[in-house]
C-alpha cells in the first residue's frame, strides 16, 4: 500500500477515540472557527485554486469541469456559511433512539454515536471538502478525504483552513485528513482500508460507483443515478401539472433529483401535452407514439432513453393506460431516487405512495424537493439510493450509527 | 449466469410488490400456517434430513457440522414455534418513522416499508431456512435462500412447506425461493445479483465473508466475528465478576456473544484469578506474565490469543494496569461485538460505555445477553459487526428500510 495512505490511516484511527466523544460544544467551536478562517484566508485559498485552474485549463478539463472546480470569493463565503450554517443543528450524538427495561431488569438503550471514520472520495468541486469536512466533524467522526488531483492545491489549503481550526478548538487536527496521492491506485487501496474507514461516501458518476463496487471490502453507501419520473394521473390539476413539471425538468435540469421522465395519463395527455410542450421551450422531448402523435415537435422515444438520466434539457415522455401502467413503467425503468404523481384523486395518491419503490415518493410536488436542505435535515452529504442505512437525502444522522448499550445489576443468562 | 439463478432472480421481483404491500393480517396467517405443515409433514422433513445426513457422513463431514445439520422431532417443533413467535411480533412496515412539515407546507414522512428481496447465504444448519424466512416474510420481504449444498434435501422439504403456506394464506409462494444449484460459482453470482437482491445476508465463517468482501456488488450486512471482552474494574463486586465471567464464557461456549478474552484491573488480580480458574474448571485459561504468576495451571498467552475468538473451553487473560488500559486492550483486539464491565464505579461505568467502540457495550451483565431474543426484538437474523444498516442484533425491524413519503398541494421549488 502506498506508505501515505497507510500513515493517514493511522493517524485517522488515532483521531477517532478523541473527536467522537468531545463535546459538541467543542465541535462547533471549531466549525465557526474554520468558517472564520475560510474568509480570512481566502486570498491563499483563491491563489491555490487559480493554480489548480491553470493547471486543469492546460490539461484540457471540459468546461462544466473546470467550472465545478472554480472558486471565487462568493464560493468561498458559501462554504464558510455552510460550515456556520451545521454548527448550529441540532447535535445527533448522544440522542437515545430507544430504550427499555428487560424482564430481568437489564435496562437497554440504543444510543447513538459517530460512525467513526467516515471516508468520501470525490471529484473535482473542492467545496466538497469542506462540506463534508463540516457534516462528518459535526457527527463526531473523522473526515477522511480523497479528492480529484485537479483541485489538489485547493483542497490542500481548505484542509489546512479546516485542521487550523481544530487545533484552536483544542480537538486533533488529524479528525480531518487529506489523501495527497491522487493516483488510481491509492483510490483502489483507499476502498480497502478495512478496519480504518467505518464508512466510504463516493461523490462521483458512473465510473466511480462500478469502481466501488468492483473493488470496495470497506461498508459504503451508495449516491447513485436520479432518473425521476413525474406522473400525470386522469384526476390532476392540469395547471399544477404544468408547473411541477416544469419546475421538476428545468429549475436546475443538470441534478439528480431532476425529472427525466414524464408519464401522462391517456385521458389528460390530449389537453395537457401540447400546452406543456410550449411550456418546455428548449426542452427536447423524446416521445412515445402516442406523445409523438399529440407533439409533433416530439422526437421518437427508444427503450434507452427511458431509462437515461439526461441531466439536461431533454424529457422522454410516454402516454400510459392507466395508474397501474404508470407504477409498471416506473418500476421498470426508475433508478429508486425520486418519482413523483401529480393527482387529486386520493385513492391513487395512496397507492402510488404504497406500490412505487424509491427513495422518495412524492405527491402534488416537485421532485426538486429531495434534498437535505428542502426536507429539513439542514444538509447533506449526498442522496442514498440504496436501501441499506441511508435511502435518499443524507444527512447528520446518516453520519452516525447505534450503538447498544446494556445496563445491569449482575445479570446473568440462564 | 446459471440459467435457473437467472430465473429465480426474476420471480423473486415479481413476488414483490405483492408481498411489500400484502397486508400483516395475510403473512402472519401464512406464518401460523407454516408453522402448522412443518409439524404436519414432520415425517417427510425428517425423511429429507436423514437422507442429507447419510450423504454427509458418507462425505466425512465434520460430526460438529453433523449435528448442525441434524433434524428430530423436537427441532422442527421449535422451528415451528419460531414462525409462531414472529407471527405474533408487532409488524414494522408502516411504522412512521418520524415526519414534519416544511415552511412551505409539504408535508414529509419517514415510513417503514419492506427492504425488498432479502438474499440470504447461508451453511448447513436447516433451521436457518426457516428461521430466516419467517423474518423476511414477517417484514414484508422475498426471502431468497442459498443454503448450503449438503442440507438441499432438508431445505427444499422445508421450502416446499413455507411456499404451501404463502399459497393457502393468498400470498405469492414465490415470497420464497430456494436456490438448489449449490454450488461455488453460482454463490459468486448470487451476491453479484444488483437490482435482484436488496440486501444480502450472509451466515457463516470467516471464508463466506471473505468471499463477500471480494466478490459482493449487492449491499450486505455482515454477522462478524465476536472477539467479546469482560474487564474486571477494581471497584468491581468480586462475586458478581465470578458469575458474570463464569456466565459469558461457559454458558454456551460456541456462540458469538460468548467471552474470549478477561482482563482484570491489577488491584483486584490477585484476589480474583485464582478464584476464577477453580470456577472456570475445564477452561483452559492463557494469560499475560501477570496472569501467569497468579494462576500456576495457566499457559502463557501469545498476541495471537488475545485476537482470537476461541468459540470453546479457552479464555485469554491479561491484568491490566486501570481502566485507560482495559479500554486501550479492547481497542486493539476487540472485533466490535459486545464488551462488558464489572464495576460498581459510576464514573468507571460511564467512560466504558462511552470510550468502547462495540455493536453492544455491557454494564454489570453477561455478554451473553446481546442477542435479539435476550434484549427484546423478539427474534433475530444475525449479529452485525458493522456500523452501516444494522449494529448489533438484527431484528425485524433492520430487514426494512426507510421511504421519504412527501405529500404537496402543488409546490414547486425556486
Same mark, same amino acid.
Request: a negative charge.
Given at each position: 500500500m502506498a506508505?501515505?495512505?497507510a500513515?493517514l490511516?493511522?493517524?485517522?484511527?488515532?483521531a477517532?477515540?478523541?473527536?467522537s466523544?468531545?463535546?459538541?460544544a467543542?465541535?462547533?467551536?471549531a466549525?465557526?472557527?474554520?468558517?472564520?478562517?475560510?474568509?480570512a484566508?481566502?486570498?491563499k485559498l483563491?491563489?491555490?485554486?487559480r493554480?489548480?485552474?491553470?493547471?486543469?485549463?492546460?490539461?484540457?478539463?471540459a468546461?462544466s469541469?473546470?467550472?465545478?472546480l472554480?472558486?471565487?470569493a462568493?464560493?468561498?463565503?458559501?462554504m464558510?456559511?455552510?460550515?456556520?450554517?451545521?454548527?448550529?443543528l441540532?447535535?445527533?450524538v448522544?440522542e437515545?433512539?430507544d430504550?427499555?427495561v428487560?424482564p430481568?431488569?437489564?435496562?437497554?438503550?440504543?444510543?447513538?454515536?459517530?460512525?467513526?471514520?467516515?471516508g468520501?472520495?470525490?471529484e473535482?468541486?473542492p467545496?466538497?471538502?469542506?462540506?463534508?469536512?463540516?457534516l462528518?466533524?459535526?457527527?463526531?467522526?473523522?473526515a477522511?478525504?480523497r479528492?480529484?488531483?485537479s483541485?489538489?492545491?485547493?483542497?490542500?489549503?481548505?484542509?489546512a483552513v479546516?485542521?487550523?481550526?481544530?487545533d484552536?478548538a483544542?480537538? =486533533?487536527p488529524?479528525a !480531518?485528513l487529506? #489523501? /495527497? &496521492?491522487?493516483?488510481?491506485d491509492? @483510490?483502489?487501496q483507499?476502498?480497502?482500508?478495512?478496519?480504518?474507514?467505518?464508512?466510504?461516501?463516493?461523490?462521483g458518476g458512473?465510473q466511480l460507483i462500478e469502481?466501488?463496487?468492483e473493488h470496495a471490502?470497506?461498508p459504503?453507501?451508495?449516491?447513485g443515478?436520479g432518473n425521476?419520473?413525474?406522473y400525470v394521473?386522469?384526476a390532476a390539476d392540469?395547471?399544477?401539472?404544468?408547473d411541477?413539471v416544469l419546475?421538476?425538468k428545468t429549475?436546475?435540469?443538470?441534478v439528480?433529483?431532476?425529472?427525466?421522465?414524464?408519464?401522462v395519463?391517456?385521458a389528460?395527455?390530449?389537453?395537457l401535452?401540447?400546452?406543456?410542450?410550449?411550456a418546455?421551450e428548449?426542452v427536447e422531448l423524446r416521445g412515445?407514439a402516442a406523445?409523438?402523435?399529440?407533439v409533433?415537435?416530439a422526437?421518437s422515444?427508444?427503450?434507452?432513453?427511458?431509462?437515461?438520466?439526461?441531466l439536461g =434539457?431533454?424529457l422522454? !415522455?410516454?402516454? #400510459? /393506460? &392507466?395508474l397501474?401502467?404508470a407504477? @409498471?413503467?416506473?418500476?421498470?425503468f426508475?433508478s429508486g431516487?425520486?418519482?413523483a404523481?401529480v393527482t387529486?384523486?386520493?385513492?391513487?395518491?395512496?397507492?402510488?405512495?404504497r406500490?412505487?419503490?424509491a427513495?422518495?415518493?412524492?405527491v402534488?410536488?416537485?421532485?426538486?424537493?429531495?434534498?437535505?436542505g428542502?426536507?429539513?435535515?439542514?444538509?447533506?452529504?449526498g442522496?442514498s439510493?440504496?436501501k441499506?442505512?441511508?435511502?435518499g437525502p443524507?444527512?447528520l444522522?446518516?453520519?452516525?450509527?447505534?450503538?447498544w448499550?446494556v445496563w445491569?445489576?449482575?445479570?446473568?443468562r440462564t
Amino acid at each position: 500500500m502506498a506508505a501515505e495512505l497507510a500513515s493517514l490511516g493511522v493517524r485517522a484511527r488515532a483521531a477517532v477515540k478523541t473527536i467522537s466523544t468531545s463535546s459538541s460544544a467543542a465541535r462547533d467551536q471549531a466549525l465557526v472557527l474554520a468558517a472564520e478562517l475560510l474568509v480570512a484566508r481566502s486570498e491563499k485559498l483563491l491563489e491555490a485554486n487559480r493554480a489548480d485552474q491553470a493547471a486543469a485549463r492546460a490539461a484540457g478539463l471540459a468546461p462544466s469541469a473546470l467550472d465545478r472546480l472554480a472558486l471565487d470569493a462568493a464560493r468561498v463565503e458559501q462554504m464558510a456559511a455552510g460550515l456556520r450554517q451545521v454548527a448550529a443543528l441540532a447535535d445527533p450524538v448522544g440522542e437515545v433512539v430507544d430504550g427499555w427495561v428487560r424482564p430481568n431488569g437489564l435496562r437497554v438503550q440504543r444510543v447513538r454515536v459517530p460512525l467513526g471514520v467516515v471516508g468520501v472520495i470525490y471529484e473535482n468541486r473542492p467545496n466538497v471538502t469542506s462540506d463534508a469536512a463540516g457534516l462528518c466533524l459535526k457527527a463526531g467522526n473523522v473526515a477522511f478525504l480523497r479528492g480529484s488531483s485537479s483541485a489538489l492545491a485547493s483542497n490542500r489549503a481548505i484542509v489546512a483552513v479546516l485542521r487550523e481550526a481544530l487545533d484552536k478548538a483544542g480537538l =486533533p487536527p488529524d479528525a !480531518v485528513l487529506l #489523501v /495527497e &496521492d491522487t493516483s488510481h491506485d491509492t @483510490a483502489l487501496q483507499f476502498m480497502r482500508l478495512r478496519g480504518v474507514i467505518d464508512c466510504l461516501i463516493p461523490r462521483g458518476g458512473r465510473q466511480l460507483i462500478e469502481l466501488m463496487l468492483e473493488h470496495a471490502t470497506v461498508p459504503y453507501v451508495l449516491d447513485g443515478d436520479g432518473n425521476c419520473h413525474v406522473y400525470v394521473d386522469a384526476a390532476a390539476d392540469l395547471e399544477m401539472a404544468l408547473d411541477i413539471v416544469l419546475n421538476a425538468k428545468t429549475q436546475r435540469p443538470g441534478v439528480c433529483n431532476a425529472a427525466e421522465s414524464l408519464l401522462v395519463h391517456r385521458a389528460v395527455a390530449a389537453e395537457l401535452l401540447p400546452r406543456l410542450a410550449r411550456a418546455l421551450e428548449g426542452v427536447e422531448l423524446r416521445g412515445d407514439a402516442a406523445a409523438v402523435a399529440l407533439v409533433p415537435s416530439a422526437t421518437s422515444a427508444t427503450e434507452a432513453d427511458f431509462a437515461t438520466e439526461f441531466l439536461g =434539457p431533454c424529457l422522454s !415522455v410516454a402516454v #400510459v /393506460e &392507466d395508474l397501474g401502467a404508470a407504477i @409498471a413503467h416506473i418500476d421498470r425503468f426508475s433508478s429508486g431516487h425520486s418519482e413523483a404523481i401529480v393527482t387529486e384523486d386520493l385513492a391513487a395518491a395512496t397507492r402510488f405512495v404504497r406500490e412505487v419503490d424509491a427513495a422518495a415518493v412524492l405527491v402534488n410536488a416537485s421532485t426538486r424537493f429531495v434534498d437535505g436542505g428542502e426536507l429539513g435535515l439542514g444538509a447533506e452529504v449526498g442522496i442514498s439510493t440504496q436501501k441499506l442505512h441511508a435511502r435518499g437525502p443524507m444527512g447528520l444522522r446518516e453520519l452516525t450509527c447505534a450503538k447498544w448499550v446494556v445496563w445491569g445489576e449482575g445479570q446473568t443468562r440462564t
